[in-house]
């Protein structure tokens, strides 16, 4: 029997070993997070391990509310400690899902604890990690630096102000470049009721009204020259579902006008709307060199109760299975035909579309770039073992895992590193059995390559970044 999540944890391997030995200790590029530029700049201490590690995740949240435990200890008054012995009682049971390997890789790695986390040893755990906080070294920046990150690409609205971006920049000092990503979705949510006030706060934020499409446009084109001011290299656009239906420059203008009023929207009107906006969108990106990410599939606030009790992003959304493969090839070759398609990375949260997005890459590859169409990596709800194997398994018989751009933490906590070696470990395991099974040769040099470019370095080299 192996020991519990030792040394050679998923490795399987002797290669495996040897490729995650030549692999662990290289940089990362954080280039998709929901990490707080504020929380950066302003560099304080966390409370307690509540605060540091519950706070906001609703991954664990989700598995909380699964196992009968009260929103009490969840998102409620309950103390901090309260909730962390909820948490600490949760984990034995949630063998196999990756929670409970991120939450022990953490302990391990932050805090040298081996222990398994229960109800029997939280509160030896609590005590000893909140020690350790209390001595120092838990600040956004210590746990950045420490866990090796060079850069960080923060996601961030087009009417935000960045000023913490600017004053990281001014302040220097800090070994880790932390960087804005475009996020447009709410230019692009034209039928959410929320569409007008935001268009309000972005006529705040770039100090003109913004009363037809055209000047829309150009207010987010403004934008895009502010964020790549601060050195942004990404988009990052979230589709519940792609929509493709060209329309005229008076029709788009009209249907812009008419959600400015509140009236009601038709099916069609949405998807012109953000067909154009998406494909002004994409020439910007491309005349700025910057990557376009596409996260499709997300069906997002499903529980009307608590999303008024708790707003977004608390744990209430699920996979959508809407059709993909056509509205994302004429999107995608529209583009392609006016030589303004940008880099471009598209993620599949729903696994049925592995296949329908590791085989559109090939479409439009060219000679921009290396592996210019990529396929991101396993997203939210496929962050785990089978689902990153099976997205790489796709890209490996569609098209070049090698030059793959690997892992995000797509997360909101300073503590999620450990998920780059949880991926780099699959990887080494998934390559490994392909040479031990011969079906690729023993070639120590080119493996290492290969393991390191996923790792990191095709990404530094993709997103043509500056260290």
């Known amino acids: ?90 984990m034995p049971y949630l063998l196999g899902n990756p929670l409970y390997h991120w939450t022990h890789l953490e302990l391990q790695r932050y805090f040298d604890i081996d222990e398994p986390l229960s109800e029997a040893s939280c509160d030896r755990i609590w005590n000893e990690a909140n020690a350790k906080i209390r001595a120092g070294g838990f600040t956004p920046r210590a746990l950045i630096e420490k866990s090796n990150v060079v850069c960080v690409a923060t996601t961030d609205d087009p009417a935000d102000s960045l000023d913490y971006h600017r004053m990281l920049k001014e302040e220097g000092g800090f070994s880790c470049k932390v960087i804005p990503a475009f996020r447009p979705d709410k230019a692009l949510g034209i039928e959410l009721s929320t569409f007008a006030g935001w ?31 601060l050195g942004c290299r990404a988009s990052d656009q979230a589709l519940t579902e792609v929509l493709f239906l060209r329309a005229e420059p008076g029709e788009v203008n009209r249907i812009y006008k008419k959600a400015l009023r509140g009236d009601a929207l038709t099916p069609e009107e949405i998807a012109a709307y953000k067909t154009e906006l998406m494909r002004f969108l994409a020439k910007e990106y491309a005349a700025h060199g910057w990557a376009m990410e596409i996260h499709i599939g997300a069906m997002r606030n499903n529980n009307a109760k608590m999303f008024r009790l708790l707003g977004a ?126 079906q690729y040769p023993n070639d120590t040099a080119r493996l290492t390559e290969i393991v390191r470019g996923i790792a990191f370095e095709n990404a530094k080299s993709y997103f043509d970044l500056q260290l």
């Open 199 to 229: 268009i309000h706060e972005l006529e705040g934020r770039v100090n003109r009204r913004l009363d037809n499409f055209e000047v829309l446009c150009d207010a987010l084109a403004t934008r895009i020259e502010d964020f790549d001011s």
């Open 1 to 90: 029997m192996k020991k519990f999540m030792d040394d050679d944890f998923l490795l399987s391997t002797d290669t495996a070993k040897s490729l995650f030995a030549a692999c662990r200790r290289e940089p990362i590029f954080d280039w998709h997070c929901h990490l707080s530029p504020k929380e950066i700049y302003e560099n304080e201490t966390p409370q307690d391990l509540t605060q540091l590690w519950l706070g906001g995740d609703h991954y664990k949240w989700r598995a909380m509310r699964s196992l009968g435990i009260p929103e009490r200890y969840i998102t409620g008054d309950a103390s901090s400690y309260e909730k962390f012995r909820a948490w600490a009682g949760a």
């Open 313 to 438: 992003d608390t744990g209430y959304d699920s996979i959508a299975d809407a059709p993909v493969a056509q509205p994302l090839s004429r999107l995608l070759d529209s583009l392609a035909e006016e030589d303004a398609l940008p880099k471009t990375i598209l993620f599949a949260l729903n696994p049925k579309d592995n296949y329908v997005l590791g085989s559109m890459l090939g479409n439009f590859q060219n000679d921009d770039a290396v592996s210019k169409l990529q396929f991101g990596s396993a997203w939210w709800f496929n962050d785990n073992i089978d689902g990153m194997r099976a997205q790489m398994q796709a890209l490996m018989n569609l098209g070049v895992l090698s030059k793959f751009v690997g892992m995000v933490t797509d997360s909101r906590s300073f503590l999620s590193y450990p998920r780059h070696e949880y991926f780099r470990r699959i990887v080494c395991d998934l390559i490994g059995f392909l040479v031990e099974s011969g």
